[in-house]
T-cell receptor, first 111, second 114 residues
């Protein structure tokens, strides 16, 4: 079993709709959770971090964490064509900088 | 510079050759990371420096891979006796320090081993 699992997609969402991206992780000691966005041919960039159970909102993005279910999600509201990218889920134990990434979900926003 | 700088951006070499990849982190960032990304995969952790020392090198695949950061700034990833399976994009990232999880990545060095 992979440490961090994501559906590789592609996930196609109409412009203006909500995109929902999911991630599960296997290591129960994981304490820090991150979503990175990676445009084709570019390097990853951090868009959200979450450390506590529940929701965390930042603009059009909402990260959701459920440690009991070992599940992290990212919602993108009012999806825009510029949101088309691969979204990488990453986890780390508390106090450890070693991020473990999933394989990423490729998201396409259809105009 | 404003961001993490990596050189070369592209490197083509022959099987068995030695390569060096360089990373210049964001000024003031004490933590530096090397990751490797193959097509269709997420970044794979190789090594992490806090200052000059390697805090965690558990991701280095074998003893052909070695990394240094002698003055706590620029880092060099060294690969000996390259193999075709080493072909990938090697990503360097830096962060302000411990426990942030906010990594700033460079644009990567694409290594192709023929």
């Amino acid at each position: 079993q992979k440490e961090v699992e994501q559906n590789s997609g592609p996930l196609s969402v109409p412009e203006g709709a909500i995109a929902s991206l999911n991630c599960t992780y296997s290591d129960r000691v994981s304490q820090s959770f991150f979503w990175y966005r990676q445009y084709s041919g570019k390097s990853p960039e951090l868009i959200m971090s979450i450390y506590s159970n529940g929701d965390k909102e930042d603009g059009r993005f909402t990260a959701q964490l459920n440690k009991a279910s070992q599940y992290v999600s990212l919602l993108i509201r009012d999806s825009q064509p510029s949101d088309s990218a691969t979204y990488l889920c990453a986890v780390a134990p508390f106090g450890n900088e070693k991020l473990t990434f999933g394989t990423g979900t490729r998201l396409t926003i259809i105009p | 510079g404003a961001g993490v700088s990596q050189t070369p951006s592209n490197k083509v070499t022959e099987k068995g050759k030695y390569v060096e990849l360089r990373c210049d982190p964001i000024s003031g960032h004490t933590a530096l990371y090397w990751y490797r990304q193959s097509l269709g995969q997420g970044p794979e952790f190789l090594i992490y420096f806090q200052g000059t020392g390697a805090a965690d090198d558990s991701g280095l695949p074998n003893d052909r891979f070695f990394a240094v950061r002698p003055e706590g700034s620029v880092s060099t990833l060294k690969i000996q006796r390259t193999e075709r399976g080493d072909s990938a994009v090697y990503l360097c990232a830096s962060s302000l320090g411990a426990n942030t999880g906010e990594l700033f990545f460079g644009e990567g060095s694409r290594l192709t081993v023929l």
